[in-house]
Structure formats: structure tokens, C-alpha cells
């Protein structure tokens, strides 16, 4: 079951509700690192909540967006696998990348949060908030309305649209890049939204918590 298609009366609002809570993010934002967190995680729920709410006033329902009750509750099982296909081809390319010489550790080295509770917030916000609000968008909006293309136009551009979005400190933006093909195919051949949210979660989880051991 292919995605749904998403109309550009779906895709405006969207977009622009979007943009605008990422505007109150930047301008209202508080200036420490423990208040832009919960900020932040704010910001990505009510991005969520607005793009259900416009799914089901000019779209489809949640349904549109690969989200409805049967999509639910599949999609999460599927996800599984596909995270454990996924996080078994990438312990193999590290193992790979090893043996010959390279640094895979650098994959998922990143600054965490100092303290028990920016810690816990930070995982909370990154690994499950974020990864739901962005599958949303991303998959379920952008991903759908490219999709009038065919498969091949949408997985590009709604990737690009992923790794742009996201602020790259250095280097190649090796881990967005595959993440947004991985989320793209996921959502492509299962149909349901559900799929790459739970990679995406899991995802996100498993490199934040390497990050947390190697740091």
C-alpha cells in the first residue's frame, strides 16, 4: 500500500505553521540550554498537533498521512524489523569502516548535555518528540506531496528538505542523509507513517545512548 498523495491545500497550511512555530522557537526562545530543550520539545509538539489537525480539516484524516488506525497498528511492528535490518547493516559497515582504518565512532560523537535532567530532557525531545514531528512533515507531508511524481523525485526531494532542516556542525551529513532515504523507503513500502517514526525513534535513541558511552 503506496502513501497517500497530500494536496497543496494541505501542504500551505502546513508549511506555513510550521515555519511560523520555528520562528517563535528562534525569536522567543529562552537563552539556557535547560529552557530551550523543554522549548524546543514545546515547539515540536505543537508542530505535531498542527499538522494532525490540518490532515484532517483539508486533507484526508490521519489517514493522509499514513496514520490511521490500521496503519498504527502495523506500522510500529514493521518498524521493528526495518530497525533491526537497519541497525544490523550499520554495525556491519562500522565493523567494515574498522578494519580499514577508519573511525566510525565519529558517526555519532556529539555534544550531549551536561546534568541529570538536561540529559533526560534531551532524550526525551530528540529521541521521541522531534523524530514524531519531523516524520510527520517530512514523510507524511512533504514526502506525500511529491509523491504526484512518482517514488523516485519524492525520496530526493523530501531528503534534501530532511537534511537541510537540520543544522550540520562538521563534515558530510552522512547520518541525515541515510536517515531520510531509510524513513522515505520505509514509508514508500510499507504506506504507513508508524513504520519510519519507529526508526526513527529507535534510531534516534540507539545513537544518542552510543554517544553517551564513547563521549
Known amino acids: 500500500m503506496e502513501p497517500d498523495r497530500i494536496e497543496l491545500k494541505v501542504l500551505a497550511p502546513a508549511l506555513t505553521g510550521v515555519l511560523a512555530i ?32 490540518v490532515a484532517v480539516k483539508w486533507g484526508g484524516g490521519w489517514g493522509s498521512v499514513g ?14 524489523l ?15 569502516g574498522y578494519l580499514f582504518g577508519g573511525d ?7 555534544p550531549l548535555p551536561q546534568g541529570g535532567l538536561k540529559l533526560v530532557i534531551f532524550f526525551i525531545v530528540g529521541g521521541l518528540a522531534a523524530p514524531v514531528a519531523e516524520e510527520i512533515f517530512f514523510r507524511g507531508v512533504i514526502y506525500g506531496c511529491f509523491r504526484r511524481w512518482g517514488p523516485v523525485p519524492a525520496l530526493i526531494l523530501s ?57
Open 104 to 110: 566510525p565512532a565519529a558517526l555519532v560523537r556529539m
Open 159 to 215: 531528503t534534501l528538505a530532511f537534511v537541510l532542516a537540520h543544522q550540520i556542525r562538521d563534515g558530510w551529513p552522512f547520518n541525515q542523509l541515510i536517515g531520510g532515504i531509510v524513513f522515505a523507503l520505509a514509508y514508500e513500502l510499507t504506506g504507513s507513517l508508524m513504520t519510519p517514526i519507529t526508526i526513527h525513534v529507535l534510531g534516534n535513541l540507539a545513537l544518542f545512548g552510543l554517544a553517551l558511552i564513547i563521549r
Open 67 to 80: 496514520l490511521n488506525r490500521e496503519q498504527l497498528r502495523l506500522g510500529w511492528k514493521k518498524g521493528l
Open 82 to 96: 526495518w530497525t533491526a535490518g537497519f541497525g544490523s547493516a550499520a554495525a556491519a559497515g562500522a565493523g567494515l
Open 22 to 53: 520555528e520562528a517563535v522557537l528562534i525569536v522567543l526562545g529562552p537563552e539556557d540550554h535547560l529552557g530551550r530543550l523543554v522549548w524546543l520539545g514545546i515547539g515540536r509538539l505543537l508542530a505535531a498537533g498542527l499538522l494532525l489537525f
